[in-house]
């Protein structure tokens, strides 16, 4: 059977043999479950004003702010899927049918602690005009003149954030829902921590406890999206204003409203498109995500997750992980060769007895959990193969040989017919192991 991946901006084949079943889950088309505002509206522009129209837990905008509100609307960055056009459009016509100038509003890209923006992606983000007409600002997590400090969280977070969205009369959280490895979801307050926040309060968030304990798709009892949602609250109310997207990047759903109320509604409709059950643990994966998540390692590291940080993982354990990712701009950040050349249980040992995270440990953290878990191939660029093998991780330079070499140790393990998991948008999906639930 052949097999067609995302990979960057293009596609990379495989074929896998007939001998092999294969199991491909892919979101679905639609969601199965939306709001009553949303039935039957299909296009783009009409499901980001319904949305607009009818939040869920707080009022429409216009009862909430008048003309002489000031408001900072948060944008996600690059490494996200989201359309940010399409989203501020109806917003910003909303705020100005309000009588709000555009001296008074702010767009801050929620960069958290990833680097910042070269103007060809602003322009792609945003657009011309909307990056002429208004304030723009590159979010600066190490840049403490430029933050506002608001106490601590339950857990001892310092909540520091940026100043100009925290003095804003609202914040307008713009964003993408889709699954995320630690906080459960991506969306809702994750536009303020990590987006806004200072590196201090970043790392402090993704201490080893939250990052072990956070699973995909897993709100309950979740100290990480917990804490994001007590510090953000810590700024006043904020509106969110997130969508769902299908496979092809576009929008199939939104939600506007309370932070978190408006959030879970978002992440149930999520749940419908792209959440799925199987009965038995699989002997192998093959997983890819594409652009923009395959950017980097430290990005496509969420199409290996799929399989593993979950309540149960999918694939067995010491199963083979074939990840395609094109990684064109490599690692991804410096952190991976501070921690070259360890075993990942070691690893995990001294980041546990390590009181002091640094900045992007929680990608080694995560990866080494993975790492501890299955053997995991990752094909990538030529260019790529010294700091990938680096990492502790093995590098193809074809989807054919990572996968003759995964199906030859089947063999000597007595497995001639494997049951593969193919999730060629891995990085989009929930999966959940039940033994008395089938597909």
């Not at 505002?37 to 299909?42: D, M, Q, R, T, Y």
């Not at 322009?123 to 990056?131: P, R």
């Amino acid at each position: 059977m052949n097999i067609v991946l995302p990979y960057g901006y293009k596609n990379i084949e495989v074929n896998i043999p007939d001998s092999c079943k294969i199991t491909m889950l892919e979101p679905k088309k639609r969601p199965d479950f939306l709001p009553d505002f949303l039935k039957g509206v299909e296009n783009e522009k009409e499901i980001v004003d319904a949305a607009l129209e009818n939040p869920i837990g707080l009022d429409k905008l216009e009862s909430i702010l008048n003309s002489q509100s000031t408001v900072a609307i948060i944008v996600d960055d690059i490494t996200r899927p989201t359309p940010a056009k399409i989203i501020l459009k109806p917003i910003l016509k909303k705020l100005h049918d309000i009588g709000i100038e555009d001296n008074k509003i702010d767009i801050i890209f929620a960069y958290g602690s990833h680097r910042v923006h070269t103007k060809e992606e602003k322009e792609i983000l945003l657009g011309s005009q909307i990056l002429s007409k208004y304030r723009v600002h590159d979010h600066n997590a190490h840049e403490v003149s430029m933050l506002k400090e608001y106490g601590t969280t339950s857990r001892g977070t310092p909540v520091l954030m940026n100043k100009i969205a925290a003095v804003a009369d609202l914040r307008i959280l713009t964003g993408v829902i889709k699954p995320h490895c630690q906080a459960a979801y991506s969306g809702g307050g994750k536009s303020i921590l990590p987006g806004i926040a200072s590196i201090g309060t970043i790392i402090y968030d993704h201490n080893f406890d939250s990052v072990s304990k956070g699973l995909i798709g897993v709100v309950e009892g979740n100290p990480m999206r917990n804490d994001i949602e007590e510090a953000a609250d810590k700024l006043g109310v904020s509106f969110i204003l997130n969508v769902v997207l299908d496979s092809d990047k576009k929008i199939v759903a939104a939600v506007a409203g309370d932070m978190i109320k408006a959030h879970r509604v978002g992440c149930n409709i999520l749940d419908s498109l792209c959440r799925f059950t199987i009965n038995k643990q699989m002997d192998m994966g093959i997983v890819s995500c594409g652009a923009p998540v395959d950017i980097n390692l430290y990005q496509a590291i969420n199409g290996i997750v799929s399989l593993i940080k979950i309540k149960t993982p999918v694939i067995k354990k010491n199963a083979t992980i074939i990840l395609a990712a094109e990684c064109s701009e490599g690692l991804g950040h410096s952190i991976f060769k501070k921690w070259r050349g360890m075993e990942p249980q070691d690893i995990l040992d001294k980041l546990k007895n390590n009181a002091t995270f640094e900045e992007g440990i929680w990608a080694i953290q995560v990866l080494s959990e993975c790492r501890r878990y299955a053997n995991i191939i990752v094909v990538s660029e030529e260019k790529n193969k010294e700091d990938i093998e680096s990492t502790g991780l093995t590098y193809s330079r074809t989807m054919e040989e990572a996968l003759n070499v995964s199906l030859s140790k089947l063999r000597d393990f007595g497995i001639d017919k494997p049951e593969i998991l193919v999730l060629p948008d891995a990085s989009y999906m929930i999966m959940d192991l039940n033994d008395n639930k089938g597909l």
